[in-house]
């Protein structure tokens, strides 16, 4: 018996989603291209700032 | 540019006496709720995670690392996104458990007094290091701003002004089990000076340093290496070490969890909080770099983890350097502050208490007030003497917290088991623990003081498996984890968990717990009372219990079996916040025993399963249409127009419906539970003799509020099908209906009146011809009369006026008789033997008074002596409608017959008629009230009504049988009055 907000529910399966995006982006090699040479100063907060849209959006709709 | 330490001090104790009145103000109500349970102050007070590591050493990191700094504060926000995953779980356990710190929560997963012991230690030595980096952080802070000052006066002076903050924003009183208002609102306004600090800072280097962000673009450009060094080291590293152990670190250092679920607010926040948190993290991150660059501008003398304040007192601006200076004091207290708040309760439940202290006499509370406050001034000093050990040489600001963070990690496979693997065991999580912690322990805690690093078979193991080298925490936190992991899991299968654990598993999981089974010895509230006192202390014991029954809402006079079972819960509940689970159910255990042979009410069976679908809201398959047809079945039983009682086996009430709640005045909560026994009067008696006696059926009378009501009960047994058959009596109990007649039977009382008014202005017409016949004889054989003086003929008309006199008086009494009768109601009509043959003669009569003109002859064939049990005059109020109705029905010298004659222990009657009949689609309506064939005028609808009633109180029953065009038969039964003989 597991909640829908909890593991397998839709609300949460889109956050789980949401991390495993941002995990690669910033675990895997795929952070090279925010960090390749020529990026702008800025470029890994814009990332940065796009996963938090991201999961705000995830945990509004994952809210009870 | 320099300051005095003086100043220094003085700014910086200002500063937190402005917190400390902030705090004040919240717990005094001065700050309105919305400002202090408001999303946004819990996402600020979380940012107690960015401590003077943040503030000063992401610019040294990233000095040499470039923006892998931001690793740190990537893995808060990864574990942001993991807020529905395992922060709301968390969170909902620790609500509904009182779990106030991590060891509790642990110690209840696995139980024992073993793992709070393990965990609080490992918690401890985790601390240390990061206790000591901020004394380091104030001490080298203050020396940048006042190069002379004293070493160890600044970092005692902090220690002392941490120590008496810590008492006073968290130590004042002693439970933790209520959220600190002021705390949380006081950390939440310090991560907001540090943040504005840093921001301000970084925001300032680029206007005063580079003239402005298209200066700092042109530096950029001129020096490429810069922004090289930022970014080429961040691509060559690895940072998933630093990932999951920030990532875990977010909510399971000690402040983390004690902010985000100790003293979270009530209302949601998490929601807010996923997004606001890791914005704070970003805001204050971006400082870094510009502060970075700024420094090399400047050409400030490395290291650069004091850039922060040396930057704006190089370029003079003493104001930036004190705010920035009040920024770091705002992060390392904050951190100290919120660290031994939490870690001190932890120490006190799962240190000091084993040792007996909480049986020592006198006030208990008291006892743990006191220490609280050492221990928090333990924990202080400890991490003060850690920071004199240091090796200085070994460690920069970020090495002390990433070893700290190690540490902490070691919970991750212990955390996720306790959420998600019920198959877990208190072996597995304390083996997998004690050889991960005992790895972090040797290869990263050690070398701390030793200055060694990694010894040398670590040092080929790190090579070996490809690390690189001078980071020992990225090596330390695969070979630590790993191992724990797979000692976890591996001994978790090696071993059983005791029912204990498996209960404690299910909870966690969010799967069914089983019901409690058993009942409490203690009968009553005064004995809990007196059971508790031995253990607690009789002040302790006396406010524990008072204050179960208010947050169950349960009176000193409970008696209820479940209910009692309920406040024992709740006291250990609430002892766990006090004490630890492991204590308080020990502490409960000893005081309040159970009766395991005891049956669980059946009430309270219902109940667990009502709160477990409750709680199971939102849930998907199968569940949530269980759950809607339960919703949908209550809603019938709790909107029955008649009183519903369910009984369990042992009388105890099980269901007590709207209706009936509205009629006993008595709430469905306060009686669920109890047995029909222990009901207020008249219910008790009445209910509990009507469900124990032998008949399923009774009428009575009782008196409510003040009025005489009558009530019809009904009882059935209630068996389900699904019964076991080899625990039959388990589930035997009965179903009660309670049924109020009162306002039904004044109804009908009126209806049988107004019947009878009506009936005798149909007859008073009849009457006055009647009467008006022997009036004239009477008028004219008395004016004769006058003139007449023969004695024996004067004798003979007055015989004559006698006679005609005498049958004026049996018409008048015939109609006062049958106007007046069950004007008093339906209740109470006295019963006899009755007569049929005179009665349906009488009625024959006085039927055709009233229909003198119809030329329709009556003929009874009733055979004599036949009598029924009732009311004369009621039945003779139903013969008289149903003649009337027939002689109605009938054509001009029609006939209608009245038959009489036994059909066992009942007697039937028939009246025929040769009428018009009845439409097949009006014969199911002739017994609604109102209903009527009758042209306007001449009849009232009522009639069939009250007959039908008036037949069904005398137990008897009413057909019709009628052809359109071949007459009507109406055919009542009625109970046979048995013989004299027979009866005696």
């Known amino acids: 018996m597991k909640p829908s907000s909890g593991p397998g529910g839709q609300p949460v399966m889109l956050s789980l989603f949401v991390f495993a995006v941002a995990a690669l982006l910033f675990g895997s090699p795929l952070r090279h291209l925010w960090l390749r040479e020529g990026a702008s100063w800025y470029q890994p907060f814009a990332v940065w700032l796009g996963v938090i849209v991201l999961g705000a959006w995830a945990a509004r709709r994952s809210a009870p | ?984």
């Not at chain 2, 779980?89 to 709070?116: I, K, N, V």
């Not at chain 2, 700092?216 to 152990?245: C, G, N, T, Y």
């Not at chain 2, 510009?290 to 420094?295: E, Q, S």
């Not at chain 2, 209550?634 to 042992?650: F, W």
């Open chain 2, 1 to 984: 540019m320099t300051f005095e330490l003086g100043t220094l001090v003085i700014a910086s104790l200002t500063y937190l006496l402005v917190l400390f009145l902030i705090a004040y103000a919240a717990e005094r109500g001065r700050i309105p709720s919305r400002i202090t349970q408001h999303p946004l102050a819990y996402a600020l007070a979380l940012g107690v995670y960015a401590t003077s590591w943040s503030y000063f050493g992401s610019v040294g990191y990233a000095s040499q690392h470039g923006f892998r700094y931001l690793a740190i504060y990537l893995g808060a926000t990864l574990s942001c996104l993991l807020v529905p995953v395992l922060w709301r779980p968390l969170l909902e356990l620790t609500r509904q458990l009182r779990l106030t710190s991590l060891a509790d929560l642990f110690a209840f997963r696995y139980p024992g007094q073993a793992t709070g012991t393990a965990v609080t230690l490992a918690l401890l030595a985790g601390t240390l290091p990061y206790l000591a980096l901020q004394v380091r952080a104030v001490v080298e802070s203050a020396r940048v701003l006042s190069p002379p000052a004293s070493a160890t006066t600044v970092g005692l002076g902090f220690c002392a002004i941490s120590l008496v903050f810590s008492v006073l924003f968290g130590a004042r009183y002693v439970t933790p089990r209520e959220r600190h208002e002021g705390l949380a609102l006081a950390i939440a306004f310090e991560s907001l000076v540090k943040g504005v600090a840093l921001v301000l800072v970084g925001a300032w280097a680029v206007v005063s340093v580079f003239g402005g962000p298209g200066g700092l673009q042109a530096w950029l450009d001129a020096h490429p290496e810069a922004l090289r060094a930022m970014q080429q080291p961040a691509r060559e590293q690895s940072w998933a070490p630093m990932l999951v152990i920030s990532c875990a670190a977010a909510f399971l250092m000690p402040r983390q969890y004690h902010v985000a679920f100790t003293e979270s607010p009530e209302r949601d926040t998490l929601s807010t909080a996923a997004w606001a948190f890791p914005l704070l993290l970003l805001l204050m991150n971006m400082a870094v770099p510009l502060v970075l660059w700024a420094g090399r501008e400047l050409g400030l003398p490395g290291p650069a983890d004091f850039h922060v304040l040396a930057v704006p007192a190089a370029r003079g601006a003493p104001a930036l350097a004190m705010l920035a200076f009040l920024g770091g004091i705002s992060a390392s207290s904050a951190m100290v502050i919120v660290t031994t708040l939490a870690m001190a309760p932890m120490c006190l439940t799962h240190l000091v208490l084993p040792l007996g202290y909480a049986r020592s006499p006198g006030n208990l509370y008291r006892r743990l007030l006191w220490a609280r406050r050492v221990l928090i001034a333990a924990i202080i000093l400890a991490g003060y003497a850690f920071y004199v050990h240091l090796d200085r040489r070994a460690s920069g600001l970020v090495d002390l917290g990433l070893v700290a963070f190690v540490g902490v990690a070691q919970f991750i496979p212990g955390l996720l088991g306790l959420l998600f693997w019920p198959r877990a065991t208190r072996v597995g999580f304390l083996s997998g623990l004690a050889a991960g912690t005992t790895l972090w322990a040797l290869l990263l805690l050690v070398p701390l003081w030793s200055g060694f690093g990694l010894p040398p078979w670590a040092r080929e193991l790190e090579t070996l498996l490809g690390f690189t080298p001078g980071e020992p925490w990225s090596f330390v936190t695969f070979t630590s984890l790993t191992l724990n992991a797979l000692a976890f899991v591996g001994l978790s299968l090696a071993t059983r968990p005791s029912p204990e654990e498996a209960e404690a598993a299910r909870l966690c999981a969010r799967e069914a717990p089983s019901l409690a089974a058993g009942s409490v010895t203690a009968g009553s509230p005064d004995e809990f009372r007196r059971q508790l006192a031995p253990v607690l202390g009789p002040q302790a014991a006396t406010a524990e219990l008072d204050r179960a029954l208010r947050e169950l809402g349960l009176s000193e006079g409970e008696r209820r079996p479940a209910e009692l079972r309920r406040l024992r819960d709740q006291i250990e509940r609430n002892l766990s916040g006090l004490l630890g689970p492991v204590l308080a159910r020990l502490a409960v255990s000893e005081a309040l025993q159970v009766d395991p042979r005891a049956r669980t009410a059946l009430a309270e069976q219902l109940r667990f399963v009502e709160e477990r679908l409750r709680d199971a809201r939102g849930m998907t398959g199968p569940v949530r249409e269980l759950e809607a047809v339960r919703r949908y079945l209550q809603r019938i039983l709790e909107e029955l127009p008649v009183g519903a009682c369910a009984l369990g086996p042992d009388q105890d009430v099980v269901i007590w419906n709207e209706a009936l709640e509205r009629l006993s005045g008595l709430r469905s909560e306060e009686v669920r539970g109890q047995t029909l026994a222990h009901l207020p009067e008249p219910w008790g008696g009445l209910l509990a003799g009507f469900a124990s006696g032998p008949d399923a059926g009774a009428e009575t009378q009782v008196r409510l509020d003040g009025r005489e009501r009558i009530l019809r009960l009904h009882r059935s047994l209630a068996t389900p099908s699904e019964t076991p058959r080899e625990e039959p009596e388990q589930l035997k109990g009965a179903v009660l209906l309670v049924e109020d007649l009162t306002e039904r039977k004044a109804m009908d009382a009126r209806l049988a009146h107004q019947d009878r008014l009506a009936s005798v202005g149909r007859v008073a017409a009849g009457v006055a011809h009647e009467i008006g016949n022997p009036l004239t004889a009477i008028t004219s054989v008395a004016q004769n009369l006058r003139y007449e003086e023969d004695p024996a003929e004067i004798r003979e008309r007055v015989q004559l006026i006698l006679q005609q006199a005498r049958r004026i008086d049996a018409i008048v009494r015939a109609l006062v008789t049958f106007s007046h009768a069950g004007v008093t109601g339906g209740h109470g009509v006295p019963v006899t033997r009755v007569p049929l043959a005179p009665l349906l003669t009488e009625a024959a009569q006085l039927s055709r008074l009233g229909r003198k003109d119809a030329d329709v002859r009556c003929v009874s064939h009733c055979p004599e002596g036949l009598e029924v049990v009732g009311n004369t005059q009621r039945l003779e109020q139903v013969f008289v409608n149903l003649i009337t109705n027939a002689i109605d029905a009938s054509p001009r010298g029609g006939q209608v017959e009245l038959f009489a004659g036994e059909d066992g222990e009942r007697v039937r009657v028939r009246v025929v008629d040769q009428g018009h009949g009845i439409p097949p689609e009006l014969a199911q309506r002739i017994f609604e009230p109102f209903f009527t064939t009758k042209q306007p005028g001449e009849g009232t609808g009522l009639g069939l009504a009250l007959v039908s009633s008036i037949v069904r109180e005398h137990g008897g029953t009413l057909e019709v049988d009628s052809q359109p065009g071949a007459g009507t038969t109406f055919t009542v039964t009625l109970p046979k009055a048995m013989s004299q003989r027979a009866m005696a």
